[in-house]
């Protein structure tokens, strides 16, 4: 069963501090953040707390990922954080069913235990209900302390709330919100209308001003009511000592709106009116938010898509009775019955019955596959067509399907290298703006003497200017990059790994269940010394029931229906093979290197054994120690190769990549698959140890190395390289070690995922580009006075809008044929 492991280190070249064993990591909601000047803002302030050993703040996703030592540290101190610096994390209702209450003093004192807990805001415990329903802040407060916190007082709790509804409660109130957000837009549009009309006719040589006291009714409510989101984050961000996007909107528009109505309220003081262009610059840049709020939630598409495959029930068979329960319930080693057409509530293996599976949206393989008794199944894949029977192996959090998500999360949370330099620019953005806002009017003044004219450039620079495109450019390119790569069974730890491997140039290949199905057959037995073919196959097979290598399986498949001895003194031989002794033979089976370590000759077999190497066979020799003529023979074996690798070096090597392979095999066999496959380079001979040193000695080369492999022995070699990839069928050791996991065994993913990972670095550098050439060219136009307030306005607004939607430009990549 496919496990993959979400590990709390980075890859980065500059090391973070060393995690301890008992580091947690925690994924907070936020809300109130606004532009990158937010988030950058509010990951230093959670970075200063002691015991906290990293911390990223995604403004796209308005998540805190944080990684923490609990010894030093709590949730309840990082809320305490979050609000101080101006932003709040999302209260979460959590509903639970109390087992063991007789009277309302029982009620009572639950209510003031759970109370006590770190974070609870609001208990309410109903005694005829039998239900407690706790809210906190999000992620704050974990279901296991409520539960204990109950059972401590004497009554039991069960979580009554599953997935589902939690999804669909969340769902829902995001969309109330954004309809709330709708009314407020479409009500300062009608009141901003009237404004704008004069304007729009003055072209046409049309004057219809409108009376000073009507402006000022229609702007103020745009200004003070639909505009109240920019006061509040401005003084939040304010309180927390920094700036940000709404501080410069605030600034520019109620400086408009001020003189407007200081000049309508005070006779003789002037004349000059700038209602329409507070009220204008306020509605289009709600508007922009609006835009760019949709086109975030697209971004974020592939996570819901993925958390829709969580069914929210499961029917389990408990005493003779099928009960259908909240997938929260369902415990390992549960029988599950899932119906035709029904989602696999479960990671499991099929007790009973046969079915094809869509398992496209978990793989990205678009055939159904055939699944039967015995055979293992993924949560989350679709029964085709019969009844079956599972027990759960893995449920909740340990699920396939979970450890997908949070993999894709965390990449999605993760901070690309480059965006450094964004957050070094965010720091300083808002103050130099204000700065030069202030110079602009301080020099139109002195230029011109017009304080109209001072006014109005000076409103343009503070209103145009944008860290909100800069924040989005690189997290939204993240969300749909990854999130795409997901859906094609691509699964990319963080950014780093993304960015190192879209400048890959260097492709290597482990042989074994890479490029071959790793699953060996035994073809040839050659014997010498006078035993026959079926007795040195039985002494092996005898050596091998003590080995978990894949060749040692294909030897006990052929052995089946021999008596087999019991293996003693059993030692294996990484990269050599094995030593045991069977009955009163102490035997050595392995390699040329393991034969010459102990001297023995081959001479015998050389001629027959180069050709079945050449053929591409690998060979294990098998020795007797301490005997007169210890060559006993030679066993070969076969592993086909998978039929896409031939087309998979191909589209590497179109790609101009160069592609080897790195193997522990004898030269001739692993050159064998090379030509077949079209693989450049061959390093064979290698002992697991020394592969990460290979990989090693290719950097210092200048090779930008990516590692493709499955098994334990890759590990180090996957850890070593620029970027490994894991192919998802291989062990989870090598998932662990790897920064991209290929959910199928198919090396045509290999160029899919350098494709994928291009395609994503190549819209981060275009959204970068884009949001830094806008400030750096509107800034000054605005400066010279080239751009009235409500263009500059819009200007603002359409930035962000135009930098995400470039990013969902990203949704049509798909992996070349």
Known sequence: ????????????????????????????????????????RLERVLNKILGVVKSQVNLASEQANITFDPQQTSPQRFYQAITQAGFSVPLEGMEFHIGGMTCATCSTRLEKVFSRLTGVSEVTVNLATERALLKAPAGMLPPAAVIAAAQRAGFTATPLSNQSEKRNQDETEKIAEEQREWNQLLLAILLTLPLALPML?????????????????????????????????????????SANMDVLVVLGTSAAWGLSTWNTLVPGTGSDLYFEASAMVMTLILLGKRLEGRAKRSAASAIRALMALQPGIARIEREGKILEVPIEQVAKGNSVLVRAG??????????????????????????????????????????????????????????????????VEDAQASKAPVQKLVDRVAHVFVPVVVALALLT????????????????????????????????????????????????????????ALERAQNTNTVVFDKTGTLTEGQPTLVEILAVGGISEETLLQWVASAQQGSEHSLAKAVLAKAQGLPLHPPRDFHSLPGRGLRAQVQDRTLIIGNLRLMREHQVDVTSLSVRAQGLEESGHTLMWVAEINSAAPLLGVLAVTDPIKKTAPQAIAALRAQGLTTMILSGDNPRAAQAVADKVGIDQVIAEVLPEDKAAHIQALRTKGC?????????NDAPALAAADVGMAMGTGTDVAMEAAGITLMRGEPTLVAAALSISQATYHKIRQNLFWAFIYNVIAIPLAASGMLSPVIAGAAMALSSVSVVSNSLLLRRWQPEN
């Open 704 to 712: 930008h190395v990516a590692m493709i492999g499955d098994g334990v």
């Open 342 to 407: 029904e989602r696999v509530p479960v990671d499991g293996v099929i007790l009973e019955g046969y079915s094809q599976l869509d398992e496209s949206l978990i793989t990205g393989e678009s055939l159904p596959v055939s699944r039967g008794e015995g055979e293992t199944i993924t949560g989350g894949s679709i029964n085709g067509g019969g009844l079956l029977r599972v027990r759960a192996t893995t449920v909740g959090a340990e699920s396939t399907l979970a450890r997908i998500i949070r993999l």
């Open 1 to 40: 069963m496919l496990e993959i492991s979400r590990l709390t280190t980075d890859q980065e070249s500059s090391p973070a501090p060393p995690l301890k064993k008992a580091a947690q990591t925690l994924v907070l909601p936020i809300k109130g953040m606004t532009c990158a000047t937010c988030s950058t």
């Open 441 to 496: 009017f301080a020099g139109w003044w002195w230029l011109e003497g017009s304080t109209d004219t001072a006014f109005i450039a000076a409103i343009s620079v503070l209103v145009i200017a944008c860290p909100c495109a800069l924040g989005l450019a690189t997290p939204t390119a993240l969300m749909v990059g990854t999130g795409v790569a997901a859906r094609y069974g691509i699964l990319i730890r963080d950014a780093v």
């Open 201 to 241: 006719l003055m072209p046409f040589d049309i004057h219809a001003d409108l009376p000073a006291g009507i402006q000022f009714l229609l702007a103020t409510p745009v200004q003070f009511w639909v505009g109240r989101r920019f006061y509040k984050g401005a003084y939040r961000s304010l309180r927390g000592g």
